[in-house]
């Protein structure tokens, strides 16, 4: 993947959202799947056993070895050691040599493939960059992997997200969770052909106030948004109870903070704060790389900055699996990524992989040991990390197989497993407010679970093993999930 792409690829009518709706607007009332797709549901029924299970709680605790999970009506009713009975009307699974984990909560989780006209192996493609929906194929990824909730953060099809939502919580459509993210708020300029350029502050304020109307839930500044025009839209979204993160250039992440900014996503990678070039509201053409590249983790300034970022709560998105593709032989050529694309994605992916291996930056490996630090001086410092992978237009990067990444990669960091693990689950609920109903394995909260078989506590490569992936209390079968949209990743 080309830097310049990786930082570029942070890339139906419904009632009004208000603050007191949201968390019924995410985690509505659950859904029976309809006839057609009752195939891919592999456990069904009032009441549940899970039996013999390692239980990985999400909290950051311990794993507690041979439990019993029982699930009744889509809650989790009771945790209890295996060698309690299971009540005697349930269905038993026997999960022996399994764990079980909450659901993944993917903060950065596109419902789009961002395709390059003619790419050749040069790196060159034609303009535009166009930006094709993937409803079908997204969704089903994003379940098949354990992951039961995800915020959009950007949308270039706003009502195709919104009617997707819609269709998943009526049972009609399988997914996720989802928060809709507006589309992006996108100053002037953008390589996107698809973004509304805002015009002024005032533009901004109609914009957010257009689209809540709409039905989103959050919303996303974009790399070119002036701070006029960032604050305006910050206002009016709190105005309406909801959030605003941003992928940010023209804007430095001290100035988004001040501004009442509510995150900021891809780590510390687009700070623009210390780039030689940066001239106010305006994103330079070495998009952070300077700042992140010559910034000591423990020195004065990034103590200063952290401490900004921590005191204003604002969150920060760790999206390191989009950044380690730019670092040659560090990610994996995984079998399950090439079946998944389709003939012309899994091409321009091999290219990417192979460009990087034939010119490895000196830089790119520099930069992700420097963000890896600061995400965990973050979290040291009191600091909500929350996560997602960025599934944009390079291969290495999917729906749901990139949410697994991530945690890996928060692992080689330098946090433990179970650390990892609540950063990726019951952050993410932590941050939208519905802590209280998902995220941890709790009884009382929704019966949204992943098992897979291994210890992920141990190993965290186990948490790809998934094989059951339970959202309200229904249990998903993974593998015929992933076999409904073998080859299609890139075509819709």
């Not at 006209?117 to 409803?135: F, I, R």
């Not at 197989?401 to 990669?409: K, M, T, W, Y």
């Not at 992920?456 to 998934?466: F, G, H, L, Y």
Request: proline residues 7%; aromatic residues 6%.
């Amino acid at each position: 993947m080309t830097r310049r792409f990786a930082l570029l690829a942070g890339l139906c009518l419904f009632a009004p959202a208000v603050a007191a709706d949201l968390p019924n607007s995410l985690l509505p009332a659950p859904a029976v799947p309809v006839p057609e797709l009752q195939q891919y549901v592999r456990v069904t029924g009032p009441k549940i056993a899970l039996q013999h299970v390692r239980v990985i709680d999400g909290t950051g605790a311990a794993a507690k070895p041979d439990q019993t999970v029982v699930i009744e009506n889509g809650k989790i009713t009771a945790i209890q050691p295996a060698a309690k009975a299971a009540p005697a009307d349930a269905t038993l699974l026997d999960l022996s040599g399994h764990s079980v984990l909450p659901g993944l909560i993917g903060m950065h989780d596109h419902m789009y493939y961002i395709a390059r006209p003619n790419y050749d192996e040069h790196g060159h493609s034609e303009a535009p960059l166009v930006v094709p929906q993937m409803t079908f194929s997204s969704p089903r990824l994003y379940l098949a992997a354990g992951v039961t909730t995800i915020r959009t953060a950007g949308s270039v099809e706003p009502s195709a997200d919104l009617n997707t939502k819609s269709a998943i919580d009526s049972g009609k459509l399988l997914g996720p969770h989802m928060d809709v993210t507006g589309p992006y708020l996108e100053g002037a300029s953008s390589p996107f052909i698809q973004m509304h350029r805002l015009r002024d502050a005032d533009d901004a304020r109609q914009f957010v106030e257009f689209w809540a109307d709409r039905g989103v839930t959050s919303f996303k500044a974009y790399m070119n948004i002036t701070r006029g025009e960032l604050k305006a839209a910050i206002d009016a979204a709190h105005k309406r109870g909801l959030k605003v993160t941003g992928h940010l250039c023209s804007v430095t992440y001290e100035e988004a903070a001040e501004l009442g900014i509510d995150n900021l996503e891809h780590g510390f990678y687009v700070n623009t704060a210390n780039d030689p070039d940066k001239k106010p509201d305006q994103c330079p053409p070495t998009v952070g790389r300077p700042t992140l590249q010559n910034i000591d983790p423990n020195g004065p300034y990034a103590k200063a900055l952290i401490k900004k970022l921590v005191d204003a709560k604002v969150a920060i998105t760790s999206t390191l699996p989009v950044f380690a593709q730019s670092v040659a032989t560090h990610e994996p050529l995984q079998q399950r990524f090439l079946d998944t694309l389709t003939t012309e994605a899994r091409a321009d992916y091999l290219l990417i992989r192979k460009r990087a291996e034939a010119t490895p930056s000196n830089v790119a490996p520099t930069l992700l040991k420097n963000d890896m630090q600061m995400e965990r001086n973050f979290v040291a410092a009191g600091g909500l990390l929350i996560a997602g992978p960025d599934p944009t237009g390079n291969g290495g990067v999917m729906p749901g197989f990139g949410d697994q990444r991530e945690v890996e990669l928060l692992v080689e960091a330098g946090f433990t497993p179970v650390e990892a693990i609540k950063i990726a689950t019951l952050n993410g609920a932590t941050y939208l407010g519905v802590a209280d109903r998902i995220g941890s394995i709790a009884t009382g909260k929704n019966a949204d679970l992943i098992v897979v078989k291994g210890d992920p506590s141990k190993t965290i490569a186990d948490i790809e093993n998934v094989e059951i992936v339970f959202k309200d209390g229904i249990g998903f079968d993974s593998a015929k999930l992933l076999a409904s949209v073998k080859g299609r990743y890139g075509q819709y």
